[in-house]
């Protein structure tokens, strides 16, 4: 049990630094005519970046499926179960507390959670592929942090 635990968590924090290589280099790359989208105003609640989602969405659901159904890789439901929390926090943060495209009020004064938002504002002033800085969702470097 802890072992599967250990492959939960684990995968949980790898998600975060394959989120930022993703982003980087994937997203502010190969695949910008998806994520641009979702650097330029547009109106309506669908935006064709999120289609990364649905791709990393289906990717969980696969591993859990597999991992659930083969015993020899019964280790894959969990790291399906680790994609998904990590999905589920990326939404939280970013669609629900960042971006408010769920309406929700919500006002922190917690210095972690003003340091990504402020990072990740900083991430959208720029409107083209090239120029961005700050690519992770749920880590900040402390440069973001205000004095």
């Known amino acids: 049990m802890l072992l599967n635990?250990?492959?939960?968590?684990?995968?949980?924090?790898?998600?975060?630094?394959?989120?930022?290589?993703?982003?980087?280099?994937?997203?502010?790359?190969?695949?910008?005519?998806?994520?641009?989208?979702?650097?330029?105003?547009?109106?309506?609640?669908?935006?064709?970046?999120?289609?990364?989602g649905v791709l990393f969405g289906v990717t969980a659901t696969v591993l859990v499926v597999v991992g659930s159904e083969i015993e020899a890789l019964r280790w894959l439901m969990y790291v399906g179960i680790g994609v998904t929390l990590y999905?589920?926090?990326?939404?939280?943060?970013?669609?629900i507390i960042v971006h408010r495209r769920v309406k929700i009020k919500f006002k922190t004064s917690n210095r972690y959670l003003l340091r990504i938002m402020r990072a990740h504002y900083e991430h959208h002033k720029v409107h083209v592929r090239d120029g961005a800085e700050a690519f992770g969702f749920l880590y900040a470097p402390k440069k973001y942090e205000k004095p």
């Open 5 to 52: 635990i250990a492959i939960v968590v684990g995968t949980f924090l790898f998600m975060e630094g394959f989120a930022w290589f993703t982003h980087k280099y994937i997203m502010h790359g190969l695949m910008w005519n998806w994520h641009e989208s979702h650097h330029v105003h547009h109106k309506g609640w669908w935006e064709t970046n999120d289609l990364f």
């Open 87 to 95: 999905g589920i926090a990326y939404f939280v943060f970013h669609d």
